[in-house]
């Protein structure tokens, strides 16, 4: 066996054997007792799962890391395979061992045995890294992931007395299985750090050491990770923990980089035990450093398990399965007793979901550890879940409120239907343009394209609680604190939810085709129409809003608005007075909130006769066919505005937020060197010791292009005059499909907006590097360089920076050791080499 193995692994060669193994080779598989373990030296393995209730097994993970551990479970009851692992390259080199003989050697030897499992961790945990570069931006959901930059941002205060701080780690889940007296090492120097919301604990990529226990507050997990077909870096959620005793991060407790950006969500306590704690307690007592490291694999385990499971419920838009799967796939480690074999059933009904979710709440603050963990993830994994539910439980309650309200005017009960709404809509998310075209005063007729509820939506009685109409109710009772008069369709005679509710309510009632047309005469009908004009006339002139749909009926936003009847337009023509007419453009009201954003849109209001100008007074109906069509035209126009959210504000809003916070204080600086582009800046921690200058000042925002740079320097540099500027972007430009040409443009505009806001400004610009990933853009790469040395070499304000001739090799290909594994961003060797280049030319045109 190679003698560069490491001792723990040299040591416990006699009783192992190098095997090599084809494609499609099993190692293991689930629910098995674990039979052999080993570590991967060459190949890359996929680990699989099956779905409860399912014969086909899914990817679940990946390993390609050498000495990667494979068969972890061995070392962990009930000692069976979680998951599958299949070779997955053309062959896969390992060494192997069983588990049987591995264990009994590690327990006579328990020196070896602690070295052992170190090693183990420390590669274990690569694992993470592994299986999250399997997300995609397109399979992810993702969520503003808003944290301020610095992970210092902490205020420290007094630790509990010794006793206090014990009980403390001995209701923790990771340390109660230890000795008092192994617990008693670990409190002297324990910390209580005090984190505000937004407040970064530990970053992506950094190296803590130590312990990080949560008290209180709420602690997200996420990872920062980079697509190459959009060429941009997006975020995936994972785990948020809010359970007292949790611990925050494996990778501090081993001294290597975290996989994992871990923030505070709300204003959060974490104790911090410092890692020459840790290192004095494991030389006083073995013992107790080979029981921590065995509780470290246990942690890793169940990180791993979770960002897995996060993984399969990015395939499947089905939370109930991965959370059944995660409960039937481990009910080996739980009571048979246990709450947790409930969920399933509760799961499968949207009335019993609540139920469902009470128990898991219940268990992850009160079962035994096994079962809080896997309450823990299963809740972490129902997040579509818990809000289509909190959803579906509020329009219950405006029900609730609307028709249990026997003893209360008709005005109090609209009052209550309104913060019903209120607490309702503001769990979705909703797009909403065009807040300025409300007209001042009240007096209109506000119309919309009436859209169908999802079924999911459908209350116990059958009854549906309009979701477009009841949002522009709500919505126009917050702006005027009026309600609008509502027209409402009569019901029919089955329809005893429908009529329970709306005759609580002083809205006017039309009779369409879902009414019971036949049981009134015609003259009935007609008496209808009559009563149906003069209250809308007298509506009208008490300056009260009115809220209706021409349609009449519903449908869905891809095929909004239908036909137009002329009944609400020839009213307003045989008024004596022209109210305003807003039209109210709805998209998405027909889909699950978990699936789709709600869209609203209000369009600017008009007099009917300007519309009709171009038309006869008789030919109402040719311009409602024509209007029809403009309408139909706002549907789809809001339905492309909300899909592709592209647009500057939507798209990085929240880290130039960010980035202004962080850099407000420096508006009073002097000198300042602002240094302002995409991610290959921002990611440049160490930019002021590595240019030896603390005026140099990272601007950056990740992702971002010379388009981007340009659209929000007014927002960025507001009020702060930097010395002068050195810019880097134009390998996402060209990655967004953008032409040199194009770009060069866009780079001017940059150059004429710095020198507007600092004239005499010096500013340098870097050229474009070349990353291994974008090499088929190399050609258009040499080409925007060459275009923009051009802009340089007239103007005695610019100035160029050259790196790119050295990041490549005598081949002219881009030297990869000088990215991280993304082959896009720069590592650690990488800014050495920009360092030494940026700084020396800046020192020779005189910046530093």
């Known amino acids: 066996m190679n003698n560069l193995l490491p001792q723990a692994i040299l040591e416990l060669s006699d009783i192992a054997q190098v095997v090599t193994y084809e494609k499609g080779t099993s190692l293991k598989k689930q629910f098995e007792r674990v039979a052999h373990f080993y570590l991967l030296l060459e190949g890359t393995v996929h680990f699989h799962q099956l779905l409860a209730n399912d014969s086909e097994e899914i990817l679940a993970g990946k390993s390609h890391s050498p000495f990667a551990p494979i068969g972890m479970d061995a070392f962990i009851s009930p000692f069976r395979n979680e998951t599958s692992a299949v070779v997955a390259t ?9 588990t049987q003989l591995l264990i009994a050697t590690l327990e006579q030897n328990p020196r070896l045995a602690t070295k052992f499992f170190n090693f183990i961790n420390l590669h274990s945990s690569k694992f993470i890294s592994d299986t999250s570069g399997l997300f995609s931006s397109g399979q992810v959901t993702t969520s503003d992931i808003t944290y301020r930059p610095s992970t210092n941002g902490f ?34 120097k324990m910390e209580r750090r005090q984190y505000q919301k937004g407040d970064l604990i530990i970053d992506q990529g950094e190296i803590k050491k130590g312990v990080f226990i949560i008290e ?27 359970t007292p005793g949790y611990l925050i991060s494996s990778s501090s407790l081993l001294g290597v980089e975290s996989a994992m950006i871990a923030f505070a969500t709300k204003d959060s306590i974490v104790r911090y035990i410092p890692w020459s704690t840790l290192t004095k307690g494991f030389k006083l007592h073995w013992e107790f450093e080979l029981q921590f490291q065995k509780r470290v694999l246990w942690l890793i385990n169940n990180q791993l398990r979770a960002v897995r499971t996060r993984f399969i419920t ?14 039937t796939g481990n009910n080996t480690k739980i009571s048979v007793q246990s709450d947790l074999h409930k969920v399933p059933f509760l799961l499968a009904n949207k009335n019993t979901i609540p139920d469902a979710l009470a128990v898991l709440h219940h268990v992850e603050l009160t079962g035994r550890p096994a079962e809080r963990n896997l309450a823990s993830l299963c809740l972490d994994n129902l997040i579509k879940t818990q809000k289509e539910s909190a959803f579906y439980q509020a329009l219950l309650e405006i029900y609730e409120v609307t028709v249990q309200s026997d003893k209360k005017s008709k005005e109090e009960i609209q009052q209550d239907c309104m913060l019903a709404c209120k607490k309702a809509f503001t769990i979705p998310s909703i797009f909403v343009k065009g807040l300025e075209n409300m007209p ?11 859209l169908s509820n999802d079924e999911y939506y459908t209350l116990p009685n059958q009854f549906q609680i309009t979701l477009d109409s009841h ?32 005759n609580k309510f002083d809205f006017i009632n039309v009779i369409t085709r879902d009414s019971d047309e036949s049981d009134q005469s015609k003259v009935q009908k007609t008496k209808a129409l009559e009563n149906f004009n003069n209250e809308i006339k ?13 349609e009449g009926v519903s449908h869905t936003t891809e095929t909004s608005p239908t036909t137009f009847k002329a009944g609400i337009f020839k009213l307003i023509q045989n008024l004596d007075f022209e109210p305003l007419i807003v039209p109210v453009v709805m998209a998405n009201f027909d889909k699950r909130i978990s699936d789709k954003k709600f869209a609203c849109e209000i369009k600017k209001p008009f007099r009917l006769s300007e519309k009709l100008r171009p038309y006869k007074k008789d ?31 939507l798209e990085f809003d929240q880290e130039v937020k960010s980035l202004r916070r962080r850099v407000l204080p420096k508006r009073k600086e002097k000198g300042l060197i602002a240094f302002y582009g995409s991610s290959t800046l921002r990611l440049w921690e160490s930019l002021q010791s590595d240019l030896e200058n603390n005026k140099a000042t990272n601007f950056a925002f990740g992702g971002s292009t010379y388009e981007w740079c340009l659209h929000y320097f007014d927002q960025i540099f507001k009020g702060i005059h930097p010395n002068s500027f050195v810019i880097y972007g134009g390998d996402n430009d060209l990655a967004n499909g953008r032409t040199p040409k194009e770009i060069l443009r866009t780079v001017h505009l940059l150059i004429d907006k710095i020198k507007q806001h600092v004239p005499a400004a010096p500013i340098s610009i870097i050229s474009v590097k070349p990353s291994p990933s974008r090499m088929h853009l190399q050609s258009k790469i040499i080409m925007l360089n060459k275009k923009l040395k051009s802009l340089v070499d007239p103007d005695d304000q610019l100035y160029w920076i050259e790196t790119y001739d050295y990041m490549i090799d005598k081949d002219g290909k881009a030297r990869t050791e000088l990215f991280i594994e993304d082959m896009l961003h720069l590592n650690k060797k990488g800014y050495e080499c920009w360092s030494e280049v940026v700084k020396g030319q800046l020192l020779e045109i005189g910046l530093l």
């Open 90 to 98: 053309e062959s896969a080199k390992l060494i192997q061992w069983e």
């Open 471 to 502: 949002y522009l109710g709500y919505l126009l009772f917050e702006i005027y604190g009026q309600q609008a008069k509502r027209v409402v369709r009569l019901g029919k005679r089955e329809e005893f939810g429908h009529d329970n509710y709306y």
């Open 538 to 550: 007298n509506a009208l002139q008490q300056k009260k809003n009115i809220i209706i749909s021409p």
């Open 314 to 327: 990015s395939q499947f838009n089905d939370e109930e399965i991965v959370a059944n799967t995660l409960i």
């Open 440 to 450: 001042a005063q009240t007096g209109c007729i506000f119309i919309y394209n009436h």
């Open 619 to 649: 030919e109402i109906y040719s311009f409602l066919n024509d209007y029809q069509k403009e309408y139909q035209d706002y549907v789809q126009q809001l339905v492309t505005t909300i899909e592709t959210e592209r647009s500057a504000q």
């Open 155 to 188: 205020l420290t205060y007094e630790s509990e007395t010794p006793s206090d701080s014990i009980l403390f780690l001995m209701q923790s889940p990771f340390f109660e299985v230890f000795e008092e007296k192994h617990l008693a090492l670990l409190t002297p």
């Open 216 to 242: 209180s507050g709420a602690v997200q997990y996420a990872r920062n990770l980079f697509d190459v077909e959009s060429g941009k870096e997006f975020n995936v959620p994972f785990r948020s923990i809010s």
